[in-house]
């Protein structure tokens, strides 16, 4: 995976096959963790990152900015989700592990439980709260970046980060 670096300067016209490949080297990867925490399957957040990135080459005469470029990938992505969801055919689920372990079953079984029940808990959450959430503590973006990706001001953002925390936090105790 690539930086923000790597994509050509603001005010720079660029051709859309350069954009989109220097954006997936760069957020691919990123954009499919990103989707999985919406939706049920790899395979399932694979495809929604596929036409994010189809829509960004269709739209990409609306790019003045590449800089900005990742955040409407991103807005794309959490917005095909949430449509992708709505229809039913998927559920919010936990990101599958990196690195396979060497825990026993019930360490698996304890850490699945705990798993659900973060999962169960950010499901009972508003959408934006869940959104703010999702973004800064599992994509470990900034407040400005979930900001630009979610179209909301960075204080908008802090205030759906901290009553999210909260009502998640009284979540977990209801469910612990």
Same mark, same amino acid.
């Given at each position: 995976?690539?930086?923000?670096?790597?994509?050509?300067?603001?005010?720079?016209?660029?051709?859309?096959?350069?954009?989109?490949?220097?954006?997936?080297?760069?957020?691919?990867?990123?954009?499919?963790?990103?989707?999985?925490?919406?939706?049920?399957?790899?395979?399932?957040?694979?495809?929604?990152?596929?036409?994010?990135?189809?829509?960004?080459?269709?739209?990409?005469?609306?790019?003045?900015?590449?800089?900005? $470029?990742? &955040?409407?990938?991103?807005?794309?992505?959490? =917005?095909?989700?949430?449509? @992708?969801?709505? #229809? %039913?055919?998927?559920? *919010?689920?936990?990101?599958?592990?990196?690195?396979?372990?060497?825990?026993?079953?019930?360490?698996?079984?304890?850490?699945?439980?705990?798993?659900?029940?973060?999962?169960?808990?950010?499901?009972?959450?508003?959408?934006?709260?869940?959104?703010?959430?999702?973004?800064?503590?599992?994509?470990?973006?900034?407040?400005? $970046?979930? &900001?630009?990706?979610?179209?909301?001001?960075? =204080?908008?953002?802090?205030? @759906?980060?901290? #009553? %999210?925390?909260?009502? *998640?936090?009284?979540?977990?105790?209801?469910?612990?």
């Amino acid at each position: 995976m690539g930086t923000a670096a790597e994509l050509p300067a603001a005010g720079v016209r660029v051709d859309a096959d350069a954009l989109v490949v220097a954006l997936f080297q760069a957020e691919g990867a990123r954009l499919v963790q990103l989707a999985r925490w919406f939706v049920d399957d790899r395979t399932a957040a694979e495809d929604l990152v596929q036409e994010a990135f189809l829509r960004l080459a269709r739209n990409q005469h609306r790019i003045n900015d590449p800089d900005r $470029a990742a &955040a409407y990938l991103r807005s794309i992505v959490v =917005n095909l989700a949430r449509d @992708h969801n709505r #229809r %039913g055919l998927v559920s *919010l689920r936990h990101r599958p592990p990196a690195v396979v372990d060497d825990r026993s079953a019930e360490d698996h079984a304890a850490v699945d439980e705990s798993r659900r029940e973060v999962i169960e808990a950010l499901r009972q959450l508003p959408r934006r709260q869940r959104d703010c959430l999702v973004l800064r503590y599992y994509l470990e973006l900034s407040v400005g $970046a979930i &900001a630009e990706t979610l179209g909301l001001s960075p =204080n908008s953002v802090k205030t @759906h980060l901290q #009553r %999210g925390m909260r009502a *998640l936090k009284a979540e977990l105790e209801e469910l612990g």
